[in-house]
């Protein structure tokens, strides 16, 4: 069975810091990796994707990802953070053979001033 | 294009009374999905669409029931409410014909069972 950790619940940061959210999955198969982002009061909008090819993925504004097999992790990272990036960020996976997909229990990001 | 849309936004219920959630999308996507929300569990998969005419179970099934109307709409009953149920129940659509799953949600409805 596929299953996603975020081993942080909250991260505070301040603003212009380099931030760090961290994710690991377990899966048996090949997988498809997603970061989506739930700004407050909102649905959750997809940031990034991992399906192949290069391990490194980025987003339009700003965040990026790395696929490490060995690792089984998808850590999201910014250089530096806004004030607008607070949000709550999820990690999901997706197997080619299910199409279901499986969140980790999310990550709040608290960029203070 | 309005994307994925849930009716209603906000709901209050008393125990044991039964509702509908709605939601539809004008995507022409195959698939459907509904999730819970619960603060520290993230996104909890109900029950599922993969084609118009067919349902599944998820994760967290019991209480509920779904129907596929047609390929745009996917509604979510609750027949007897319970506290436990209260929650942000999100739809989602995605198109089954690519071998990659990227789904797309709705706004959300926040239901509150008291």
């Known amino acids: 069975a596929q299953s996603v950790t975020q081993l942080d619940s909250q991260v505070p940061v301040f603003e212009e810091a380099p931030v760090e959210l961290r994710c690991n999955y377990s899966?048996?198969?090949?997988?498809?990796l997603f970061w989506y982002v739930q700004y407050p009061n909102q649905g959750l909008q997809l940031l990034l994707k991992?399906?192949?090819?290069?391990?490194l993925v980025e987003s339009i504004n700003g965040f990026e990802a790395e696929f490490n097999k060995s690792q089984t992790s998808f850590h999201l990272r910014k250089p530096s953070v806004h004030i607008s990036d607070t949000a709550e960020y999820f990690c999901?996976?997706?197997?080619?053979?299910?199409?279901?997909?499986?969140f980790g229990q999310g990550t709040t990001l608290q960029v203070k001033p | 294009n309005a994307g994925v849309t849930q009716t209603p936004k906000f709901q209050v219920l008393k125990t044991g009374q039964s509702m509908t959630l709605q939601c539809a999308q004008d995507?022409?996507?195959?698939?459907m999905y509904w999730y819970r929300q619960d603060p520290g569990m993230g996104l909890r998969l109900i029950y599922y669409?993969?084609?118009?005419?067919?349902?599944d179970k998820g994760e967290v099934p019991n209480g509920y029931n779904v129907s596929r109307l047609n390929k745009r709409e996917f509604s979510l009953r609750l027949e007897s409410a319970a506290p436990s149920q209260t929650s942000v129940y999100f739809c989602?659509?995605?198109?089954?014909?690519?071998?990659?799953?990227?789904?797309?949600f709705g706004p959300g409805t926040r239901l509150t069972v008291t």
């Open positions: 989602a659509s995605s198109e089954a014909s690519q071998r990659v799953y990227e789904q797309y």
């Open positions: 899966s048996s198969v090949s997988v498809y």
């Open positions: 991992y399906l192949s090819g290069s391990t």
């Open positions: 999901a996976v997706t197997s080619s053979n299910t199409g279901k997909l499986i």
């Open positions: 995507m022409n996507h195959n698939s």
């Open positions: 669409s993969a084609s118009e005419g067919t349902t």
